[in-house]
């Protein structure tokens, strides 16, 4: 079987498999259009101003902790279940880095390790009473998300309490220096965007090929071609914007190693399948020998890790702790995730879905403030778009 055989199917089967490929597959593909659609339209209605490199920049900074967070909400809702608590997570953990930071003077490096552990060990309470005792996830995470709020108020006695350390602020403020060296452009951001487009289209052909030998393969070759392009086409531009302005913020290499590590974990390992197999059906996951308690329990654990993170880079970012922070957070994450093609009834959802429905909403934040649109009607058209997807998903499963 030669190349062409291995890539493509045969020329007459092929519009019966694109159209079957396009019913399958429609929510995953139209996300991706959707995101270009709608950058395309800020683009033009505020004058070129959504992608110039500052304010890509501005795009991947205020948006980092919401993807950070969108990441382990897509696990949770895989597995038949939600986390209302992560905005109030986020906050208190800011809140706890900035006492043991500004006022107890402990080292940062310390404190993170220390949040990372305490917001693991509040997922894992939260998720021990949703996985052992079946108490509705919705009613856990409420409570958490009313605790954790007060424990904030707490911790900053109603005021905010910063500045950070310089070296701190570098986990959401700071920039991955350009070895190059070069005056007025960033060559390391560049050269890191043409490796991993080299290495993720390596990765593609490779499974492409493999899946073709085992008779797997039910992407037509065009629709392969086309995203991969795309995907390349955003991965090199952007890198090239933001080559001319200051180059890769940390916390964008903090987002790739987190999507690139979740998504092997969802697609490539025995307990990424597992999770994907509870959330479809808990009852015959239990049959197989699948231990469904312990997977929900460790999906709220590594929420609640996330939550912290996130946590920690938005403190860095607003370098202080404030009594509002992460407010209303929760709803921006669990919009992502269904925008991104996650279903309510578990199951279904991809971490780059997650990703990229997180920058829909990023998108449509940063477009309407650019263009003057007002707060109210944000939420109202943010509320729209996530009924739209919701709306989307169950015609999708009733037409199936």
């Not at 920049?57 to 382990?72: D, E, F, K, R």
């Not at 424990?151 to 006695?157: E, F």
């Not at 795309?230 to 531009?237: E, K, R, T, Y």
């Not at 697609?267 to 597992?274: A, L, S």
Request: proline share 3%; aromatic share 10%; net charge positive.
């Amino acid at each position: 079987m030669d190349q062409a055989q291995i890539l493509a199917p045969p020329a007459a089967e092929r519009p019966k498999a694109s159209k079957g490929f396009i019913r399958k597959h429609l929510r995953e593909y139209g996300i991706l259009f959707a995101l270009i659609v709608i950058m395309a339209f800020f683009q033009i209605a505020t004058g070129g101003i959504l992608l110039r490199p500052v304010n890509l920049t501005n795009l991947v900074l205020q948006n980092s902790y919401i993807v950070i967070m969108a990441i382990g909400m897509l696990l949770v809702i895989v597995s038949g279940h939600i986390d209302l608590s992560v905005g109030s997570v986020l906050g208190f953990i800011g809140a706890l880095a900035a006492v043991m930071i500004v006022h107890w003077n402990m080292h940062y490096v310390l404190v993170a390790i220390l949040c990372l552990g305490m917001g693991a060990l509040i997922g894992a309470v939260q998720g021990f009473w949703v996985a052992y005792y079946k108490i509705p996830s919705f009613i856990v995470t409420l409570a958490g998300m009313l605790v954790f709020k007060g424990l904030t108020l707490w911790l900053l006695a109603g005021q905010s309490i910063g500045p950070f350390p310089q070296d701190f602020r570098l986990i959401a403020s700071g920039f991955v220096p350009d070895i190059f060296g070069m005056e007025g452009f960033n060559l390391l951001s560049l050269v890191a965007g043409l490796t991993v487009s080299a290495v993720l289209l390596g990765f593609a052909v490779h499974n492409r090929r493999r899946q073709a030998k085992s008779g797997l393969v039910d992407e037509p070759l065009a629709f392969f071609i086309g995203k991969y392009a795309l995907i390349i086409f955003a991965l090199i531009g952007g890198s090239y914007l933001l080559a001319t302005f200051r180059g890769l913020p940390n916390v964008l290499i903090i987002m790739a190693l987190l999507i690139a590590i979740y998504s092997f974990i969802a697609n490539r390992t025995t307990i990424g399948r597992r999770i994907y197999a509870v959330g479809g059906n808990e009852k015959a996951a239990k049959l197989s020998g699948i231990r469904s308690e312990r997977l929900v329990f460790l999906t709220f654990a590594n929420m609640g890790m996330l939550a912290a993170l996130a946590g920690l880079v938005f403190a860095a970012r607003l370098n202080t702790a404030t009594p509002k922070a992460g407010l209303a957070f929760e709803l921006d994450v669990i919009a992502a995730v269904f925008i991104g093609g996650a279903s309510m009834s578990g199951g279904v959802g991809t971490i780059i879905g997650a990703v990229v429905g997180a920058f829909i909403m990023g998108v449509m934040n940063n477009g309407m403030s650019i263009l003057g649109v007002g707060i109210d009607w944000q939420q109202v058209i943010k509320g729209l778009v996530l009924l739209a997807a919701v709306v989307f998903d169950i015609y999708n499963k009733n037409k199936g």
